[in-house]
């Protein structure tokens, strides 16, 4: 249950996108963005492992229409990113930035709470919380290393990793969407 969590957390995939972002930010702030990135994505997981079931039943939400969603908010993220031309300035990174877009729906979004409400499924609790807090150990060492990664990239190869992360996003967001889809209309 380690790995379904890895691929769907995905930290390094993030890593792109994580990198620009904090490379603007003094050292000693930058420790606050990463808990603060960590802490939304612990929160947000913890409280859909306790609440998630509940709360699509009372709102009459599936997993499949979360998917939909989930991967249209994504695809909306990733076309902006990469359709932009890159002249106009990057907004000054703020610690909200750390909660939305990084820690939701980056670190912890549509594919790692389903995935995680999915889980509890398949295995007790416990389990599920362990292999939930193992994945954001190994966030928070990849966060926390960033600064070695943007002095071996660069500022011209983050932006091409960049554009690339983004355009994976956009075809991880068409998957949420077919996945979803597919529920509504089995072949």
Do not use: C, H
């Not at 606050?32 to 994505?41: C, E, F, H, K, Q």
């Not at 409280?47 to 939400?61: D, E, T, Y």
């Not at 359709?83 to 820690?103: D, F, K, Q, R, W």
Request: glycine share 10%.
């Amino acid at each position: 249950m380690f790995v379904p969590l890895f691929v769907t957390m995905d930290p390094l995939g993030i890593l792109p996108f994580w990198v620009p972002f904090v490379g603007a930010i003094q050292p000693r702030r930058r420790r606050r963005v990463v808990y603060t990135a960590l802490a939304t994505g612990l929160v947000l997981g913890l409280a859909f492992l306790g609440l998630g079931r509940g709360i699509f039943l009372l709102l009459g939400i599936t997993v499949s229409d979360f998917l939909v969603a989930g991967g249209v908010v994504l695809l909306a993220i990733s076309l902006r990113d990469l359709l932009s031309s890159g002249s106009e300035a990057p907004p000054a990174p703020t610690e909200l930035m750390a909660v939305v877009p990084i820690g939701t729906p980056l670190l912890v979004g549509p594919a790692a709470i389903s995935m995680l409400i999915l889980l509890t499924g398949l295995f007790s609790l416990w389990l599920v919380v362990l292999a939930f807090l193992a994945n954001l150990l190994l966030a928070w060492l990849v966060f926390a290393n960033s600064e070695r990664i943007i002095g071996l990239f660069g500022k011209g190869g983050l932006q091409a990793v960049s554009k690339v992360s983004y355009l994976l996003l956009a075809a991880i967001a068409i998957q949420l969407i077919r996945r979803g889809l597919a529920d509504f209309f089995p072949s």
